[in-house]
Every structure is written in C-alpha cells, then in structure tokens.
C-alpha cells in the first residue's frame, strides 16, 4: 500500500528523522523507543522544582522563565525523588527541527497515566501544553507533577510520548462510521459518534468478583518509574467493589483506575486518541494518557478483547458514575502507512488484550 501524503508517522518515518536530523538526542536511541506510531521521550540529567506551572508565551524561551521561577535544582544522573504536590521542570534529551509541514503532539504514557503523574511537553514559545506547531525548532521540556505517588525517576526515564502528523489526519464523523462498520471500532451494537468522536462508557458491574476498580491511596512509598512488578497493589490502592449498585461516587481530588465496558480496536492504518476531558459528560477528568497505537485491540496482534483503562480523577464536586455512562470519546487519524510492528506483536507492549489493569509496576 503507497503511503499517504497527510498522516501520523509509522516508526519507519521516525527512525528517519533521526538519520535525517530532524530529531536529535544527546545520546543514541534505546533500542524499544520507536513505538508503532510515537516516540518515548527521555528525561534529561536535571530537573527544576518550579513555583508553579507556567506556560512560556510567544515571547519567552522556557529556560528564560526556569531561571525566574526554579526553586532548586535536582540531580537525576544517579535517580532522585519527586515528590506529590511539586511541579517539575525537565529539560528531555530529545529536541526537534521539524520540517515546515509537521506537527506534532504529546501524551503522557499509559504507566505514567496510570500512576497519576501529571506530564505536559513545553517547547519554546510555546502557547498550549503537549502541542508542538509545525515547522518548530529547539527543544522540549517535560512539566512533571506527580499527584498521588512520590515517584523515583532518573536520566533516560520515559514519562512521555510523542507523535509526527503531516497535514490533517483526523477522521470526520461519517468516515469514523463506515471505519467502524468495517472493523467494529468499539464493541457496541449502537456506536456514539459526535463531536469527531466515538464514545467509550463505564463498566461498574465488575468482574466475576465484583471488582470494578482501585483507588489510589495516600501517604504510601515511593513508585520507580523504570522498574517493573516492584510493588505490591495493596500498599498502593485499595479494590472497589460493586455491591450491585453498579454505581460509583467520585470523591473530589481521589484517584481512581477504571475501565470501559466496550473492547477497543485501533485497527493498523489508523492511530486513536482519547480526548482527556470532556464537560459535556461531567465534572471529571477520565484518562492522561490518551495515545492507542495502531493494533491496540487488534484479534491477529494478539489484542482481542482489550479493554480502554480509564484514569479518572472529579474536580470540585462528588459525581456519581453509572454503569455505562459515556465517559470519554475516542478520535480517530490516519496514518500514513502501516506501521512495521503493531502494538502487541513482538514489542512487549503492557496492556494488550487488557481489562482493568494497574500499570505495569504492581504485582498482586
């Protein structure tokens, strides 16, 4: 299949910006940081502990507002502590020089989502968060808060991701339908297409068990973000459970881990993104980490069945949450060609053929 003129990049036109030094890192590439359709970026040597978090404004390089509003700064060649509550600023190792017609945008990664890290990509000039414009040249800044967990993070660490567009790639709504008729994007006899979007609802009936959730507690140790299985799931979160109410009340400020009712396919020409915050749906946050890589959900990658995992935190209020409530909407791009490896096939990605999952440090 010829490659698209507009798209997202497949990891083969992301390893080639770096031969062509559009990307460039102080060190060589880890050898699983090209994803099927985005790339890990990597924590740089130093983190500023700011005031607050800014936005650096049309006028202002990020390193002219580090040096106004930096309290301190922490090492992280040998690993440092960052706590819950402080804003960190870190310079990545990465830094672009796009060409004029690409863009590109910025998603913290499933893990870091799921530990309640907060992460937002800052560049240069920059006038919205985990957007870098076409054309920009310099280099990217990691805003790090971690909310419920002190985390432990180090030079190389991944946190985030980003991904390279070309021109428009979003699909409209009546080419979403007739993608979803073709190859049952979410796995609902009725999709919910609106707002560019096919909707994802909530499951609160639970597993045979009844477990329909976790809640983040507070006060625990520290999470190393680069260290698989450490922890175990109690002395983090606390199970919910359903009580046949299939209902839940959010309270303000808590962290929950949830899961949708509908299975998820992205499938491998195509790239989807979970819009973060929707407020025609309530006054909630449901999922940081939006990125689905082209084959998440995809039967030959191994991914029948998966599941979206949904990071959910209520602003302000208590919100009572009902079993299949619409909780999110899923937007949908092209790519400009088939990726040469899918989410699952041989990547040892994490949450393929997923349901509701704790993220990939935990162990029961």
Known sequence: MMARETGILADRAIAALFEAGRLISERDLDHDQIQPAS?????????????ASFMPGPSHLVSDKLDRLSLHVVDLS??????????????????????VDMS???????????????????????????????????????EISPRTFPIVVRRGSRLSQIRFRVGQALLGEPELLALHDAETLVAS??????????????????????????RGKHHTAV?????????????????????GRNELILDPDEFYILVSREAVHVPPNYAAEMTPFDPLVGEFRVHYAGFFDPGFGHAPAGGRGSRAVLEVRSH????????????GRLVYEHMQEQPSSLYGSGLGSNYQAQGLKLSKHFRL
Not at 39 to 51: E, W
Not at 81 to 87: A, D, I, S, W
Not at 90 to 95: G, T
Not at 198 to 204: E, F, G, N, P, R
Request: charged share 25%; aromatic share 10%.
């Open 223 to 243: 999470v190393d973000v680069d260290k698989k299985a450490q922890h175990d799931i109690f002395d983090f979160w606390e199970p919910l459970y359903s009580r």
């Open 316 to 327: 302000e209020v208590p919100f009572i949450l009902e079993d299949g409530q619409i909780v």
């Open 104 to 142: 590109a945008s910025a998603n913290p990664k499933s893990s870091t989502g799921r530990l309640d890290i907060f992460t937002r990509v800052i560049t240069d000039y920059a006038q919205e968060f985990d957007k870098i414009p076409a054309g920009y040249s310099g280099p990217l800044y990691l």
């Open 189 to 214: 006899k009725q999709p919910n297409v609106s707002g560019g979007g096919i909707a994802l609802s909530i499951d609160l009936a639970g597993d045979k068990e009844g477990l329909i959730g976790y």
């Open 78 to 99: 040998e690993g440092a502590v960052l706590e819950t509550g402080c804003v960190y600023i870190v310079p990545l190792m990465e830094r672009l020089d796009l060409p």
């Open 39 to 51: 790339l890990d970026l990597r924590l740089g040597a130093k983190a500023f502990r700011v005031r």
